[in-house]
RNA sequence: GCUCCCGUAGUUCAAUGGAUAGAACAGGGGACUUCUAAGCCUCUGAUGUAGGUUCGAUUCCUGCCGGGAGCACCA
């Protein structure tokens, strides 16, 4: 619809020899401004010699020569915009597009030939997941997903530190209490809780303990070249038990991943992209370190190579851009990480334009902002974390006692809770704009009412009762027509609006756009729903509510699927 | 010290340079007891500060104040 009026607008302007202006077409926040609002009179007023009134009633003049049947009509108002609106066929044609394409309502083709990799998540084994990883696995989902939205295939990658003074800190840990270390049959909490507290130890006595510390690099160096029997071993054991552990995260927030690329696969190829780098003069060497001086493009220097040859992360990212670009042949290459990262990846992208500037071409850095407690900065170095297993355990328990009037069996229930769970936090999270810091806190940032997951997962299963009661009444007919005397909803004029959204949101990466939305669609059908009774069989306009309805269930659905977001048949 | 990010109701967040700055929570008031009250209706309440650009600035530019992050062998 919007490049229909776009169209318009520009054959009328042809027709006023007036064809240069640029103008914007945007939704007025406020209904009694039509449906769709454009600036063009008030952008174009001084290049035409008119005012602004002047050149809007021109070109209504022009375009009410020829109004598609979609426009019932053309305003001017406030400082010279021209507001559209809407018809009731259009609105009609709406709703049928929604229940006809169901699952597939809001999607588009737009990115068909695109092949784009998502790396997010990104954490480490030996370290603990917790709810500062929830950041970027919520983000990065529901950008991977608005992707395929758009019609793009989407790959996602896991990029895990496997290797590096971290892991040597919490081997280092381990074998400082062996008498511990759990056994095979052992539970996987009690694995990585032992592992979350050898990490925290190691690294405490990595900066207190001179000794400690130097056992340490050597356990580095020794990891390095799997030359010990012993660390190896206690390395596969606390690796696998890690990966495990966020395994049975992944799939309750819902994300597989195809590819899970490891630092010690991409240490070699980073290293090697170095060498060549400083061979042509692109890195160099300084204090026995192999650095690149990103000052000469405004940046700061960074070391790729330790003194000890051992490549740094900036090496390791190098090899992986190239690794990822081996396994597939991406068109465009999406990297999540937390915003302190952002002066860190300019220096490695600029190292990157010089070495490989096809690959640096089609690279994206995303950022997201810290998840802060409001009692002060949590670190598993400290060892004063929430894991997101705990937070998960305790959102279940709140979301159990708000559902204990509810009369499902235990089994569905639990699902249920789960649901709500993820919903409440993934929603916390989506809700703002990636970038910026989130301050946590428990109480507040939890919400199950108002603007919060929970309140869209609710609306979806008040609208699928509704329906139920419907069909019940046989009062299903989705090929209804609008009855005659029909004024045209609200609801109804947001709608039509949601492919746009799909687009935009993508587009802007942002998540929070198609989230506003929902919250919209939510209200409004919530307000529709309190206004009178949907179904009714004494009243000819309830069928045609009850499309309505059902739009409204199928847009909040997909929606959520969109965001990552589980969406239960009841709660 | 240098670089980057952020300052919006009491609180947590929105707002491609557009019309009367939106929500939610908290607080005040209310309705129904009918399809799920995790809901609905209603009221109170905000752009850190001083300039500049613009027909129009929360948005762009500059200074100041306040908060956060990054800046050599960690990831």
Do not use: C
């Not at 030359?227 to 690796?239: A, I, Q, W």
């Not at 328990?397 to 249920?416: A, Y």
């Amino acid at each position: 619809m919007k490049e229909e009026i776009k169209k318009l607008i520009k054959n009328a302007l042809k027709n006023l020899n007036l064809s240069q202006i640029e103008f914007t077409i945007e939704h007025p926040t406020d209904f009694s401004h039509g449906d769709y609002a454009v600036n063009v009179a008030i952008v174009g007023a001084k290049e035409a010699g008119k005012n602004p009134q002047e050149l809007a009633s021109d070109i209504k003049a022009e375009l009410e020569n020829n109004l598609p049947e979609t426009i019932e009509k053309v305003e001017i108002a406030g400082p010279g915009f021209l507001n559209f609106f809407l018809s009731k066929k259009f609105f009609e044609n709406a709703l049928k597009r929604v229940v006809n394409e169901e699952n597939e309502y809001g999607k588009n083709t737009r990115l068909k030939d695109q092949k784009i990799i998502f790396e997010y998540t990104d954490l480490n084994p030996f370290k603990s997941f917790h709810i500062g990883h929830l950041m970027p696995n919520a983000i990065g989902e529901a950008l991977a997903r608005l992707a395929e939205a758009n019609g793009a295939e989407v790959k996602r990658a896991n990029y895990q530190g496997d290797i590096g003074l971290h892991v040597a800190k919490a081997i280092w840990g381990m074998k400082q209490n062996l008498s511990a270390l759990p056994k095979d049959d052992d539970s996987l909490t009690e694995k990585v809780d032992f592992l979350g507290s050898s990490y925290s130890f190691g690294a405490s006595q990595y900066e207190k303990d001179e000794e400690a510390k130097n056992e340490i690099v050597e356990i580095n160096k020794k990891l390095f070249a799997k030359s010990d029997n012993e660390l190896n071993e206690l390395y596969k054991k606390g690796k696998e038990w890690s990966l495990q552990s966020f395994e049975i995260l992944y799939r309750v927030l819902g994300t597989t991943f195809d590819y899970y690329l490891f630092e010690s696969e991409t240490a070699d190829i980073g290293k090697k992209i170095v060498e060549e780098g400083l061979e042509k003069g692109i890195f160099e060497k300084s204090e026995e370190a192999i650095v690149y001086k990103g000052e000469k493009k405004g940046l700061h220097t960074r070391v790729f190579l330790t003194s000890e040859g051992l490549p740094t992360y900036e090496a390791k990212d190098l090899g992986l851009a190239r690794m990822k670009d081996d396994k597939f042949d991406y068109d465009k290459s999406v990297i999540i990480t937390a915003n302190e990262q952002k002066e860190y990846f300019k220096v490695v992208f600029a190292a990157m334009e010089e070495m490989m500037p096809e690959i640096r071409e089609k690279t994206e850095h995303i950022t997201f902002g810290l998840l802060q407690l409001s009692s002060g900065k949590m670190s598993s170095r400290l060892g004063n974390v929430i894991t997101a297993s705990s937070l998960i355990a305790d959102v279940v328990k709140k979301v159990k006692e708000k559902m204990s009037g509810r009369d499902f069996d235990e089994d569905f229930k639990d699902l249920v809770a789960l649901a709500v769970t993820v919903g409440a936090i993934k929603y916390s999270i989506l809700k703002q704009t990636p970038g910026k810091n989130i301050v946590f806190d428990f109480e507040k940032s939890i919400s199950f009412e108002g603007d919060s997951g929970p309140y869209l997962q609710y609306t979806h299963t008040r609208a699928l009762s509704v329906l139920e009661k419907a069909k019940g009444l046989s009062l299903v007919d989705l090929n209804v027509k609008q009855p005659s005397d029909w004024q045209v909803t609200n609801l109804e004029k947001i709608l039509y609006q949601m492919p746009e959204v799909i687009k935009d949101s993508f587009e802007d990466r942002g998540p929070q756009k198609l989230v506003k939305y929902l919250i919209e669609v939510s209200a409004e059908f919530n307000s529709f729903y309190g206004n009178q009774k949907i179904v009714d069989e004494n009243d000819e306009h309830s069928a045609y509510r009850v499309v309505i309805t059902h739009a409204v269930a199928t847009i909040i659905k997909n929606g959520l699927y969109i965001l990552g977001i589980p969406v239960p048949s009841k709660m």
